[in-house]
């Protein structure tokens, strides 16, 4: 089967396309750079945006099944510098020529990833896919907008199933955890939002893969929408996902619990002059419980998490250690100034 992956070069991008090639589909990839390995296995790129309808369309041509993972986020470093208007309109107008493409070459399935995101701040917990959907940024007002476009174009007969994985865990990761594997690394202290007793489910990027190829292959899921993360009931809270991540690191960091209130305000307001380190998703949320109900992707899809947070984010920290200084993701500057403010609190607090 010939498959078009968009934004293969990202997290989820690297795991579905090695779970496709094992499956032996003939992968084509669609990506503002060239992921790795594509000359080993001998497969197609189209080098461009996927908010270009001539390149998109090209893309699409010949293909039976589109995976549309592609979207800017501004915690990503490649789109820190774009405007939240940028954000939402690249994701939105991207979304919007997949579809487009998709139909005009009869392709016989389409999946698009959206996000948690949609749902804003949970009224309940856990959340299903029915629950109210306000969005507290421009990432996820372009996901929820997005859906809009997909059963759209299932009323007009293109084959969509879009998914909602909470926030993705998977080799080469970037974004806000960077900065606690960091402080983590080199034994700085680490900081939570609130006390830390509250549980913040995580997807697995392998996970979602097979719910991508599952969705794929399920018949009957047109106009479907599922929700993704681990297993609800091995969620531990965000202070002992801390301490477990600080216990195999070895390297002693403190945690630092800081009240909400004024975090969040700070964040606000850095926010509001382009200088936070993270967008109103993290620091509105932070403390906030945020379980998914992921019955319907169990049972819709025959689907099933294969791993839990505290493993998810000791491989990952791992994979981080792998890089190697060269090839991490640059902090943001307000991180590095906070670095920069507490080089010497080891020395402090001995002196105490």
């Known amino acids: 089967m010939r498959v078009l992956v968009t934004g293969s070069a990202g997290v989820l991008g690297a795991c579905l396309v090695e779970r496709l090639r094992a499956r032996g589909d003939r992968v084509r990839h669609l990506d503002l750079v060239a992921p790795d390995g594509v000359e080993v296995h001998g497969e197609e790129v189209v080098l461009g945006d996927v908010s270009d309808g001539r390149v998109v369309g090209e893309a699409a041509r010949g293909v039976e099944v589109v995976y549309h993972l592609a979207a800017a986020q501004r915690m990503k470093p490649q789109f820190s510098g774009w405007s939240e208007e940028e954000v939402f309109e690249r994701n939105l107008g991207g979304v919007r020529q997949v579809l487009r493409a998709a139909a005009e070459a009869r392709v016989a399935k389409v999946v698009f990833v959206s996000s948690s995101g949609v ?17 507290l940024g421009a990432y996820g007002h372009s996901k929820l907008l997005a859906e809009g476009l997909c059963r759209e174009a299932v009323e007009g007969g293109l084959d969509v199933t879009w998914l909602r994985p909470m926030s993705l865990f998977g080799p080469r990761m970037t974004g806000v955890f960077v900065m606690l594997f960091e402080w983590v690394r080199t034994g700085r202290p680490v900081y939570t939002l609130g006390r ?6 995580m997807s697995s990027a392998w996970d979602v893969a097979d719910a991508c190829i599952l969705a ?9 929408v599922f929700n993704l993360g681990c297993a609800p009931e091995t969620v531990p809270t965000v202070l002992e996902l801390v301490q477990a991540l600080v ?4 390297t002693g960091s403190p945690i630092y619990r ?12 850095l926010h509001r002059v382009g200088l936070s380190p993270i967008v109103p998703e993290h620091y509105i949320l932070a403390d906030r419980e945020f379980i998914l109900d992921i019955r319907a992707a169990r049972q819709g899809l025959g689907w099933a998490p294969r791993h839990d947070s505290r493993q998810m984010v000791i491989d990952a920290y791992e994979a981080y250690l792998d890089l190697g200084p060269e090839q991490r993701a640059p902090l943001h500057p307000m991180v590095r100034l906070l670095n920069w403010v507490t080089p010497g609190w080891r020395r402090r607090r001995q002196a105490a």
Request: glycine share 12%; proline share 15%; net charge positive.
């Open 216 to 224: 794929a292959e399920q018949p009957g899921t047109a106009g479907r």
């Open 119 to 135: 749902y804003g701040v949970p009224r309940t917990v856990p959340v299903s896919e029915d629950h109210p959907t306000q969005p």
């Open 258 to 269: 800081i009240p909400a209130a004024p975090l969040r305000g700070a964040a606000r307001l």
């Open 247 to 250: 216990a195999h690191a070895g």
């Open 196 to 201: 830390g007793a509250n549980r913040v489910q």
